[in-house]
């Protein structure tokens, strides 16, 4: 079964901490993604990327990073956490072009105290 | 830019009825996908149905159909014989060729089906 899987599901953090986010994909996508969940909001995107070491800017990018050296692996990075990067985090992956096989992770609640 | 718009933050729908989660979209793209997904409370996101928007026939994958009206830019979700277990949040989602392949989504539905 195809999978995409996020390291912790609930982390809490204090302001300030840096906070490394990991996604893992086992389908050999070339496209990853990093989405914030809030309420009333949907999902927005964050992050993406499109091949190894390389990435794009979504709708959201202040005060995150990305970094992705393997293709399997793509992180996201809090320099400076903050008590408003309090959210559900959501990385997602697809094949390539023109494909509708997103896959999402299970979520990562993040609380920033 | 591509725009999502879900105008129903929630409904409530007795067991067994047909429920229409209403979806419409905005782009400039004439090439496109349109997307739903539930996620249940557990957090997943489910992939429900899929619509390109060259298919000519509205998509169906079981009890759910997509009601794809392109002139009115709408994409709305058709759930028959509504169950205990469609109790989620449903989003829409689109992809446009301009977007390069990420997702955008509505702000989402939260069904609620009574017994």
């Known amino acids: 079964d195809v999978k995409v899987t996020q390291s912790s599901r609930y982390l ?7 906070v490394f986010l990991e996604c893992v994909q086992d389908m050999d ?28 800017k979504g709708d959201i990018p202040e005060g995150y990073s990305v970094s992705r050296e393997k293709k399997e692996r793509f ?22 072009w023109g494909s509708y096989g997103y896959t999402f992770g299970s979520g990562t609640r993040l609380t920033v105290v | 830019a591509q725009k999502i718009t879900q105008t129903q ?7 067994k009825e047909a429920v229409t989660l209403d979806c419409t979209y905005d782009t400039s793209d004439p090439s496109y996908g349109l997307f739903w997904y539930k996620q249940p409370s557990s957090g997943e996101m489910i992939f429900l149905i899929y619509q390109g928007s060259y298919d000519q026939q509205n998509a169906t994958e079981g009890r759910y159909s997509l ?9 709305n979700l058709v759930i028959s014989a509504s169950q205990l277990g469609d109790s989620a949040m449903y989003f829409c989602a689109m992809r446009t060729n301009f977007g390069n392949e990420k997702l955008t989504f509505g702000t989402g539905t939260r069904l609620t089906i009574i017994p």
């Open chain 1, 12 to 18: 809490v953090k204090r302001t300030g901490e840096k």
């Open chain 1, 29 to 56: 996508h070339e496209n990853m993604f990093w989405y914030r969940q809030d309420p009333g909001l949907g999902l927005r995107l964050i992050y993406f990327s499109y091949d190894v070491k390389m990435k794009e």
């Open chain 1, 75 to 96: 992180s996201l990075i809090l320099e400076s956490a903050s008590t408003n990067q309090t959210s559900m985090y959501l990385c997602a992956s697809s094949p390539g």
């Open chain 2, 9 to 15: 933050p929630g409904m409530f729908v007795q067991e």
């Open chain 2, 67 to 75: 009601n794809f009206q392109k002139a009115r830019k709408s994409a």
